[in-house]
């Protein structure tokens, strides 16, 4: 089923905000708290550093209205960094992997695209952007 939710990046302390959130609006994380450290190690690709396997990779929270809260940690040593405006992005989760792809190129039109649609690791085709107006977008679907 399709859906849309926010996504919010955080240096360092996504796990504060979100047991903040937890204890305002209740509810359980939905799957758990996925952290860099179960990230798995492609060939090629460097270990995860020590100083961020404990870091969160995603988290999600069910708020008022059903609405869906997912966040992550953005650590420098990954080569990220979060500035107030790029902590925050709008999730699509449409049904159909040709919903996704129309969604995201239209989006992108006239804006930057951050990770060109790919297969991910963790089952799903997923994408980001910043469109013409500085909106920040992420379009993920996990049909095949």
């Known amino acids: 089923m399709a859906r849309t939710?926010?996504?919010?990046?955080?240096?360092?302390?996504?796990e504060a905000a979100f047991k903040?959130?937890?204890?305002?609006?209740?509810?359980?994380?939905?799957?758990g708290i996925n952290r860099f450290s179960q990230i798995p190690i492609a060939e090629g690709q460097p270990p995860i550093p020590?100083?961020?396997?404990?870091?969160?990779?995603?988290?999600e929270l069910?708020?008022?209205?059903?609405?869906i809260l997912m966040g992550s940690d953005a650590p420098a040593e990954?080569?990220?960094k979060v500035n107030v405006g790029n902590n925050m992005h709008l999730n699509l989760e449409p049904d159909t992997r040709e919903e996704t792809k129309r969604l995201f190129h239209a989006l992108a039109e006239g804006g930057t695209i951050t990770m060109d649609l790919q297969e991910m690791f963790w089952g799903a085709y997923y994408g980001s952007l910043t469109d013409q107006f500085g909106v920040n977008w992420m379009v993920n679907t996990n049909a095949k």
């Open 62 to 67: 069910e708020i008022t209205g059903g609405h």
């Open 50 to 59: 020590d100083s961020i396997k404990d870091c969160i990779m995603h988290i």
């Open 78 to 80: 990954m080569g990220l």
């Open 20 to 31: 903040f959130y937890q204890s305002i609006f209740g509810g359980e994380f939905i799957g």
């Open 5 to 14: 939710s926010t996504y919010l990046n955080f240096p360092g302390y996504t």
